[in-house]
């Protein structure tokens, strides 16, 4: 079960600190995607941090699009994300936010830092200024255009914006400091020229603002006070706070710092994600192997287990490299409460009840969780031919072996004690049928004179239901895929991620509403797939998690 209870970290106690000294008088938070692909369980931790806090300190948690990058972003992502935001429990304050929102804005802006003669037009091409920037050991050089007037630069940025020059020909820089140790601090672009369609601007603007530039001054405007981003954005810090205190914005945010999540056996970047999608080597962003948002939906990670993951795994600046089984057990123990247990047997063997007789033989009533009797139940019906897991038989099974073999005796879960009297094999020597017997006297009572502890799981042939069930596995089958230098990401797929095997389901499933949890007794948790299940007519569930853990012992 979830525990609500927050976990102090060092951003709780910076917010504390400037609630307590007045600095700040409430917590204003953003979620800032780029919609340039789904999200990923990276993005949940950072979605399950900002707007748990702004939850945590009754404050607010904007939901804003970093649209910086128009050819890479689209309306699809857009939708998506904010699905996820949802499906994962959290609403934005207000509406969607958009950084072009605010071209307007970071343009004039733009001009007022020209005016000030802390920016210039720029005509070196990438390639030049990245010779003149320097390298770690040796300052930058300043542009040859550092020195225009402002008139000028006023001029030219006009007419970039009013489209008089070719794509990348000029650029406008922050004038600060080539001999920064910072690269970020050695002129960086500000603004460059691009044509190219916008989602939501269209064609209006062939000047786009960066990044670096843009965030700050969008935090700044919707008057975030803590603007929480991964490590990697620490350099950029002095940027922020410099275009920030250049300008006359409403508020001056401070960015705060925190360790990327990164989970084993798996990659979380859009870019490698896209990848995946567009080479085929998955169905799609919701391929339940993918670890995207709408992924991990389709595969029945529930919403509840993902932001206890996310509890668990805490907030920090030290290296946050994460065990799959951490995520799994999250969404094991969410989904162990709140699951019906029903029978389904996935890779199924033949079993003929010899001394089966019709009219005699009962059926018991099982309720679907032992703890929530509220759940209900249902009756489990046998008949003459029943189907088990082929892994419940062996003919030579090791010792100490308690479910059905040759001469040997297990209880059928919900029904009678069953004796394996025969193994029934084809041409090939393969088990095909076993031939059993059931003692009558054990229906709800323990066999007189002898224990039998094996208890398996079953489902009557004449009642059960075909099911297609996917079983799922690691994508790759190495534990940091995109951490070799040598070696691509996609040499390390796992061939065998996806086994997808004909089974029986106890007819409890027939309806099973598309999303709908079940527990397989013995097997796993399942979830009826969001896309293909079509109650009374197609059934098919995926395995979203084994019982226990398996991911240590190399099979999944
Ligand atoms: P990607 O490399 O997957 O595209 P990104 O950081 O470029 O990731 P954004 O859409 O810019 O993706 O991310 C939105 C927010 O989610 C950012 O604040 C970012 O820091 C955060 N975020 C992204 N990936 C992770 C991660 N692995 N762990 C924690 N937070 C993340
Ligand atoms: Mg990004």
């Given amino acids: 079960m979830s525990d609500t209870t927050p976990i102090q970290h060092f951003i709780r106690t910076i917010i504390d600190a400037d609630l307590a000294s007045g600095k700040q008088h409430g917590v204003a938070t953003r979620f800032p995607p780029e919609p340039n692909g789904y999200l990923h369980i990276g993005h949940a931790k950072s979605i399950c ?31 998506a994300i904010q ?27 733009a001009e007022e830092l020209i005016r000030q003669g802390k920016a210039f037009v720029c005509d070196l091409t990438l390639e030049a200024m990245r010779e003149y920037r320097g390298t770690l050991t040796e300052k930058g050089r300043n542009s040859p255009y550092r020195e225009r007037t402002v008139d000028d630069n006023l001029d030219l940025f006009r007419r970039m914006k009013a489209g008089e020059f070719p794509d990348g020909s000029k650029t406008l820089r922050a004038k600060i400091d080539m001999a920064s140790p910072n690269f970020n601090l050695r002129d960086p672009v500000i603004y460059r020229i691009k044509r190219a369609h916008h989602i939501r601007t269209g064609d209006v603007w062939c000047i786009y603002p960066m990044y670096d530039y843009t965030h700050c001054i969008s935090d700044a405007l919707e008057r975030i006070t803590h603007s929480l981003c991964t490590l990697e954005f620490e350099d950029h810090r002095p940027l922020y706070d410099w275009v920030l205190d250049q300008l006359p914005v409403p508020s001056h945010p401070q960015q705060i710092e925190f360790s990327r999540l ?48 996310a509890r668990r795994i805490g907030i920090s600046k030290s290296e946050n490299i994460v065990d799959m089984a951490v995520l799994e057990s999250a969404i094991r123990d ?27 033989t009962g059926s018991r009533s099982a309720g679907f969780h032992p703890q929530h009797p509220e759940f209900g139940g249902r009756e489990v019906s ?52 076993l031939r059993c017997s059931i003692d009558h006297d054990t229906l709800g009572q323990n066999p007189v004179g002898r224990k039998v502890k094996g208890v398996i799981h079953w489902v009557s042939a004449s009642h059960a239901l075909a099911a297609e069930i996917r ?8 534990p ?43 097997s796993g948790y399942f979830c009826a797939d969001r896309i293909d299940q079509r109650p009374g007519e197609r059934l098919v569930f995926n395995r979203t998690v084994t019982l226990r853990d398996t991911w240590n012992k190399g099979h999944g």
Avoid at 480 to 500: A, M, Q
């Fill in 49 to 79: 941090l900002n707007f748990g806090l702004a939850q945590d300190y009754q404050g607010v948690c904007n939901l804003r699009f970093d649209d910086t990058n128009p050819e890479k972003e689209a309306d699809e992502y857009a939708l």
């Fill in 83 to 109: 699905e996820d935001v949802h499906w994962l429990g959290f609403q934005w304050s207000g509406p969607v936010r958009w950084a072009s929102d605010y071209f307007q804005q970071l343009y004039d802006y």
């Fill in 262 to 309: 990164e989970l084993h056996y798996t990659v979380t970047s859009k870019r490698k994600l896209l990848q995946l999608v567009s080479q085929g080597h998955v169905a799609g962003w919701d391929d339940p192997r993918m670890p995207t948002l709408h992924g991990m939906r389709r595969r029945g990670y529930t919403p509840e287990g993902i932001r206890e993951f």
């Fill in 334 to 360: 969410d989904l162990e409460a709140k699951a019906p247990r029903v029978m389904a047997v996935i890779k199924p063997l033949k079993v003929v009840l010899t001394n089966y007789q019709d009219g005699v």
């Fill in 382 to 433: 046998i008949s003459r031919e029943i189907w088990i897991e082929q892994d419940d038989f062996s003919e030579d099974p090791p010792t100490g072996w308690q479910r059905l073999k040759p001469g040997g005796e297990a209880r059928l879960r919900y029904s009678y004690v069953v004796k394996c009297d025969e193994a029934v094999k084809d041409a090939d020597g393969k088990v095909v049928e």
């Fill in 471 to 478: 079983l799922y596995d690691r994508l790759f089958t190495d």
């Fill in 480 to 522: 940091e895929p995109d951490g070799h230098k040598d070696r691509d990401f996609i040499e390390f797929l796992n061939p065998n991620s996806l086994t997808v095997v004909h089974g029986w389901v106890e007819p409890a499933l027939k309806d099973a509403a598309p999303e709908a949890h079940y527990q397989f007794e013995r």
